[in-house]
């Protein structure tokens, strides 16, 4: 899991700040558009880009099994 490797804390307001900095990196070329999560009515969309990527960012706050992290995106 990818916080193996990340030798800091993270909550769900810090990860989706890494995870946006991430996707504007790797999706500058695309227009990669944030969604602000105080934005009403946003989803739960983080952001997206001008070829019609979506994506949405889920920070677990504990471990969970892969079924229980399928349930809570689902619900999200």
Avoid at 39 to 54: N, P
Wanted: glycine residues 8%; aromatic residues 12%.
């Amino acid at each position: 899991m990818i916080l193996n490797y990340i030798d800091t804390p993270l909550d769900g307001k810090s990860w989706e700040a890494l995870i946006n900095s991430c996707y504007r990196m790797k999706f500058q070329d695309e227009h990669f558009t944030e969604i602000p999560a105080v934005h009403g009515g946003d989803a739960g969309i983080e952001g997206f880009t001008r070829r019609g990527r979506v994506y949405q960012c889920y920070c677990p706050e504990r471990e969970n099994s892969d079924d229980d992290l399928y349930e809570h995106l689902r619900t999200k």
